[in-house]
């Protein structure tokens, strides 16, 4: 197992045009996180999925974005009607059930809106 | 609501010196407390995780404390090397929450 993989690295899009990213966990972490990172700043929460049921999510996660993880493996997230402030990291993490409480973090896919 | 200093927000040190960075939080309702690296443009790679009834944890150069009661933690790193620059981010885990919240890190420079 390599670890948490994130699909594509980095996305380039105009504003107004919606985005799609992908995150699989690692195997067997029923436990997934997204978070966004913008310059200079720390990772900050965006949504949770415990298997595939999606159990909290952040006042940050407007009606334009949606995440699903649908058979409680990989995960994607949307952003609809994308905004020049939707430029950012977008990192997922994973963790497994019980033994340990640590989230190990993906690559990122880095986006920038123009 | 929890909020995560890290001080100082950047700090340059010549190869061989050993180094404290710092992070501090608000809430002492916390379930664990995870330090992190992150190299530019690069996803974060976990350093230690200390849980809430931890006072300290270990790994090779690097050492992690825990006060929980004041809101506080070090990150050691002993004999620092050039390869340790990167961003070292602190997070907290609350009681009851799942997610971590981060403070802004502290970007390290080791010069040869």
């Known amino acids: 197992d390599t670890g948490v993989s994130q699909d594509p690295r980095h996305k380039i899009t105009k504003r107004g045009q919606n985005v799609t990213f992908r995150c699989d966990p690692i195997s067997e972490h029923n436990r997934l996180y997204w978070y966004r990172q913008t310059l200079g700043q720390g990772p900050e929460f965006l949504t949770y999925f415990q298997n595939e049921a999606q159990l909290e999510k952040s006042r940050l996660l407007s009606d334009r974005f949606s995440a699903e993880r649908p058979k409680g493996s990989f995960s994607t997230l949307e952003i609809q009607r994308t905004e020049q402030g939707d430029s950012a990291m977008y990192l997922c993490?994973?963790?497994?059930?019980?033994?340990?409480?640590?989230?190990?973090f993906g690559p990122g896919t880095r986006l920038t809106v123009l | 609501k929890q909020e995560v200093t890290q001080i100082p927000a950047a700090l340059s040190v010549p190869e061989g010196e050993n180094l404290v960075l710092n992070c501090s939080f608000t809430?002492?309702?916390?379930?664990?407390l995870q330090w992190f690296r992150q190299d530019p443009g690069k996803g974060l790679t976990s350093l230690l995780l200390?849980?809430?009834?931890?006072r300290e944890q270990t790994s090779g150069r690097l050492n992690a404390s825990l006060d929980k009661s004041s809101g506080r933690s070090t990150l050691y790193i002993a004999a620092s090397q050039p390869g340790d620059s990167a961003t070292y981010l602190c997070a907290v885990r609350g009681t009851g929450f799942q997610k971590l919240v981060f403070g802004t890190g502290t970007r390290l420079l080791v010069s040869p």
């Open positions: 200390i849980q809430s009834s931890q």
């Open positions: 809430d002492s309702a916390i379930y664990n």
């Open positions: 993490a994973s963790r497994p059930p019980a033994a340990t409480n640590e989230q190990f």
